[in-house]
């Protein structure tokens, strides 16, 4: 089944502990991204990726970091979370061959950060 | 700069009523909109999406959307709800290769029996 998979699903954590969420997809898309939900912010980009070692800032990149090693994995690393972090993930990814331009969501991933 | 708003915070419908969210956007060029549906507890779905040619796309589910330039307007509707529509619908609107969405706040629709 094509899927894009993020673990984990919910995470309470403290200020300062380092974190990774992970996300991964076996569709075999070039593009990935991340996006954090707030009420009544709606989604906004934190990061995204176009290929392997190729990734870029979304509007909201500060306080997060990404990378792209493997083309099926695109893990969000919160170096030192802060409240204002707590907040709704998901990861979506999405082929760029063939005029598809359906982006493919996560479950979410629901972050606490006390 | 790209932005999408959606007027309506939250929408109650009676199962079988019609069912209409609205989506204004602003973008430089020609836009490349899109309505994704967030079930509780669900990551988003693509219902439909509109690139170019008829104004009035389908989507998934019986919904359609209509894409209005003069009004600069992407409005979802259903003909009929049912109770398994209440959902979190976002409007989306982007340049072709869509790398950097613009999402909206989103509408909340409740369907009551």
């Known amino acids: 089944e094509a899927q894009v998979t993020q673990n984990p699903r919910y995470l309470i954590t403290v200020t300062g502990k380092k974190l990774t969420v992970t996300c991964s997809q076996n569709?075999?898309?070039?593009?990935m991204s991340w996006y954090r939900q707030d009420p009544g912010l709606g989604l906004r980009q934190i990061y995204y990726?176009?290929?392997?070692?190729?990734?870029d800032k979304g509007d909201v990149p500060e306080g997060y970091k990404v990378s792209r090693k493997e083309k099926r994995n695109f893990p969000l690393i919160l170096e030192s979370p802060s409240p204002n972090q707590t907040s709704l993930y998901f990861c979506?990814?999405?082929?760029?061959?063939?005029?598809?331009?359906?982006?493919?969501f996560g479950p979410g991933t629901r972050l606490t950060v006390t | 700069a790209q932005s999408v708003t959606q007027p309506d915070i939250h929408i109650t419908v009676s199962e079988g009523a019609s069912l209409e969210l609205r989506c204004n956007y602003s973008?430089?060029?020609?836009?490349?909109l899109f309505w994704y549906v967030q079930s509780p507890g669900q990551g988003l779905q693509l219902l439909l999406k509109?690139?170019?040619?008829?104004?009035l796309v389908q989507g998934i589910k019986g919904f359609e959307a209509e894409f209005k330039r003069s009004q600069s307007s992407f409005n979802l509707r259903k003909p009929s709800v049912h109770w398994s529509d209440a959902a979190e619908y976002f409007c989306?609107?982007?340049?072709?290769?869509?790398?950097?969405?613009?999402f909206g706040a989103g509408t909340t629709v409740t369907v009551r029996a």
């Open positions: 979506a990814s999405r082929g760029l061959a063939g005029g598809s331009y359906e982006q493919y």
């Open positions: 569709m075999n898309h070039e593009y």
């Open positions: 990726s176009m290929n392997v070692e190729v990734t």
């Open positions: 973008y430089g060029a020609t836009p490349y």
């Open positions: 509109y690139f170019s040619g008829d104004t």
């Open positions: 989306a609107v982007g340049p072709s290769n869509d790398y950097k969405l613009s």
